[in-house]
Each structure stands twice: as structure tokens, then as C-alpha cells.
T-cell receptor, first 112, second 111 residues
């Protein structure tokens, strides 16, 4: 069964600190992996996409990594800001499928 | 630059009432989706439409129906609302393998 597991379920950090969110997947055949950010009361918005051949990709203070061999991805947030408080969702797309597989998300709270 | 537009944003229904959630996208995407999001459950797929003229069930279709009216519009209907359908509903559109764009959500409460 295609699954996407995220950890931790929730995380609280102080403003300015770094953090790393994890995503493990069993989706096959793999097409790509996206990280989405969902602010409270809003729909998810894509942060970054990783394809099979990519190991690392950055988007400002967000850096995503992908290990296709172990089927793991991480999202690293550097120098966190209060606006980073949100849910971060890992989504894996299967080759040839219209239906991406969603993780349940990690809820991040950044305290001043 | 509207993207995906959902209406209404909030709705309160009594058990047994019916309603239709509307969704429209202006990005010329072929595929459209309806999800529900409940605390601790993540986004769960209700129905999707791979292209104009087709619809298919997702993970949690019971109690819902959909209509792909044209390429732009994809509606979700609750024929007889139940308290278990209290949730936040999101419409999304995407091209195959590409980024999904979500609407702002509809917060539905069934009492």
C-alpha cells in the first residue's frame, strides 16, 4: 500500500532556531515529492518539488533533501520566523497516476 | 490571478439538509479534486476528476456526489448532511505530476 509517514507530528521551537521535518514513503513507482506549507485557515501551498535525480533543493530558508534509495525526505528550516508557524505536508506523486499520496503533516509552532 | 475559488467559505447545516460546494479554477488544469481535512487525519480524497467529463471515487466518497460541469468547474454535493461530515473541504486542481493548487477551503458544520 502506498503510504507517506511524517514525523514528528508536532514541533515547538523558539524563533531563530533551526528544525528538520521528516518524511518516509513507500509510494511506487515514484514520480516526485513535494513539500507544502499550510497556514492556519488557508489551503496548502507548494514549497518545493524533488524528482528522482535530485538530492537537495533550496527555497530561501527552506531546504529539502531526498534519498530515493531509502525513500526518505527531509525539510530543513533555517533561522525560523514566527511566520513559519504552519502545518508542513509531504506529498508523493506516483508515475502515471492522477492521485498524489498525502502525509498527515507536521504542525510547527514557532515561539518568540 | 484568482487560481482556485471555492464558495461558500463557511456554512452551517442541519442534519438532513443538502448543499452544494462550488469550485472553479482559471489555470486550464485538466484534473480537479475534492478533499476533506479533519484534525489529525490530514487531507483525504473524496472524489476527483482526471479530465472534463470523468469523475472517480477517492478514499472517502460515501455521502457525497460530484459534477464536473466543464473544464473550469467541479462541484461537491451533500444530499443529506450528517454530523460526521463536519469538516473543512478543499478543492484543488493540477496537471498530471505537477503542483496542486488549493482553494481557501469551506468550513462546514452539521448540527
Amino acid at each position: 500500500k502506498n503510504q507517506v509517514e511524517q514525523s514528528p507530528q508536532s514541533l515547538i521551537i523558539l524563533e531563530g532556531k533551526n528544525c528538520t521535518l521528516q518524511c518516509n514513503y513507500t509510494v511506487s513507482p515514484f514520480s516526485n515529492l513535494r513539500w507544502y506549507k499550510q497556514d492556519t485557515g488557508r489551503g496548502p501551498v507548494s514549497l518545493t518539488i524533488m524528482t528522482f535525480s535530485e538530492n537537495t533543493k533550496s527555497n530561501g530558508r527552506y531546504t529539502a533533501t531526498l534519498d530515493a534509495d531509502t525513500k526518505q525526505s527531509s525539510l530543513h528550516i533555517t533561522a525560523s520566523q514566527l511566520s513559519d508557524s504552519a502545518s508542513y505536508i509531504c506529498v508523493v506523486s506516483l508515475g502515471g497516476s492522477y492521485i498524489p499520496t498525502f502525509g498527515r503533516g507536521t504542525s510547527l509552532i514557532v515561539h518568540p | 490571478n484568482a487560481g482556485v475559488t471555492q464558495t461558500p467559505k463557511f456554512q452551517v447545516l442541519k442534519t438532513g439538509q443538502s448543499m452544494t460546494l462550488q469550485c472553479a479554477q482559471d489555470m486550464n488544469h485538466n484534473s480537479m479534486y475534492w478533499y476533506r481535512q479533519d484534525p489529525g487525519m490530514g487531507l483525504r480524497l473524496i472524489y476527483y476528476s482526471a479530465s472534463e467529463g470523468t469523475t472517480d471515487k477517492g478514499e472517502v466518497p460515501n455521502g457525497y456526489n460530484v459534477s464536473r460541469l466543464n473544464k473550469r468547474e467541479f462541484s461537491l454535493r451533500l444530499e443529506s448532511a450528517a454530523p460526521s461530515q463536519t469538516s473543512v473541504y478543499f478543492c484543488a486542481s493540477r496537471t498530471t505530476g505537477d503542483e496542486a493548487f488549493f482553494g481557501q477551503g469551506t468550513r462546514l458544520t452539521v448540527v
